[in-house]
């Protein structure tokens, strides 16, 4: 319908929205391929950490929330304004009930009991009703998969070996979810796109049906304990600095593919780990990771990495350079990557990851965002 409107309408300018972009994408590609020629594509993603501190301090209006609280909100929704702006109402609601000025753990964990565990919470109803009409169109394979990957067995070699079915049986399944939008894929990896969803299925969803006493009160009590121990296991991790988090991050590589942006890259797995330090005014600290077939070499970045950082760090990397070996260069930065930082970097085959890259690698694995 949308190609005949373009082609008797040429002088129109047409948006297209879509909560579906595997398939959208997949109909510009193959069915509007020559009518969208000028077509651009724009991916909307969540909100930065910025942001979504700002809605979180809009909507809890006088309300004093702790950063750690704040910051676990954060990584729990992925940024999601949806799921922010419902559970931050939740959240206000019981301050108010309570007469409270503070979010306290007490009334945050209760606020998401309410709405993700209580069978009427408004999240739980969500997803109850969205599996219920993906239980009802597809297999139980396909939910075994999904509960699996919500377990963070999300590399096709795991989900082989728990299903003990082939990779080609495995790898049809998977299709079908990618395809319905419920997970996507990365290199090796198949992620689900949704981490409140995610969340629900392995606390509320897997709670309920193993839980072997069937006790409403005992599966309360379990999903609560949860709950805390990964809002303290997120403050305890956020505490260690940067250095530490990537080391903990690397020896988790085991030879995955990964695409970030439009580079596709092999995570090697690491027999050694030296921390080093670069005598430079820009990059001080970093890795020298040995892998089976090539070295790795890490430049850590606070700010944003910048042409001079990229130049400093080509100059100290032909210290690490010998011959007959291969030496990969990655420069990793909490802020922004400058253009010109960008191309240099490119140019000398050094790879950069800013924050939304770094915590994309942390999702995979299953560790908590910067």
Request: with cysteine; charged share 25%.
């Amino acid at each position: 319908e949308l190609g005949k409107k373009i082609m008797t309408q040429k002088h129109t300018m047409y948006i297209l929205a879509s909560s579906y972009p595997v398939r959208a994408k997949k109909i510009i590609q193959d069915e509007l391929s020559l009518l969208f020629g000028n077509f651009e594509i724009i991916d909307i993603e969540p909100f930065d950490n910025k942001t979504s501190a700002a809605l979180i301090k809009n909507r809890l209006k006088n309300k004093h929330i702790p950063a750690d609280i704040a910051n676990f909100l954060i990584n729990f929704t992925g940024g999601h304004p949806f799921y922010l702006d419902k559970i931050t109402q939740h959240i206000y609601q019981n301050t108010v009930l309570l007469e409270s000025d503070t979010v306290t753990p007490f009334i945050f964990i209760y606020s998401l009991e309410d709405i993700l565990f209580n069978t009427w919470g408004l999240l739980h109803l969500r997803f109850q009703h969205y599996l219920d009409i993906l239980i009802s169109r597809q297999k139980n394979d396909i939910l075994a998969i999904l509960l699996l990957i919500a377990q963070g067995k999300n590399r096709i070699k795991d989900l082989s070996g728990a299903l003990h079915k082939t990779y080609r049986d495995v790898n049809q399944k998977l299709s079908r979810l990618i395809e319905t939008n419920i997970i996507c894929r990365c290199g090796s990896f198949y992620n689900i796109g949704d981490r409140v969803f995610n969340f629900w299925l392995n606390f509320v969803y897997l709670e309920k049906i193993n839980n072997v006493s069937q006790n409403y009160e005992d599966q309360i009590i379990s999903f609560r304990r949860k709950i805390e121990q990964s809002l303290l296991d997120f403050i305890e991790i956020s505490k260690q600095d940067l250095s530490q988090r990537l080391h903990d991050l690397f020896i988790l590589f085991s030879n995955d593919s990964v695409q970030l942006e439009r580079n596709k890259m092999m995570l090697s797995k690491c027999k050694e780990i030296r921390t080093i330090r670069f005598e430079g005014n820009h990059i001080q600290n970093g890795f020298f990771c040995i892998c089976d077939d090539s070295f790795w070499l890490i430049g850590l970045k606070n700010g944003d990495i910048t042409e001079e950082c990229v130049s400093e760090f080509i100059n100290k990397s032909k210290e690490f350079q010998k011959k007959d070996t291969v030496l990969k260069r990655l420069i990793v930065g909490l802020e922004k990557t400058e253009i010109n930082a960008r191309l240099l970097a490119k140019e000398a085959k050094i790879l950069t990851w800013d924050k939304n890259s770094l915590n994309f690698i942390l999702d995979l694995y299953g560790k908590p965002r910067i």
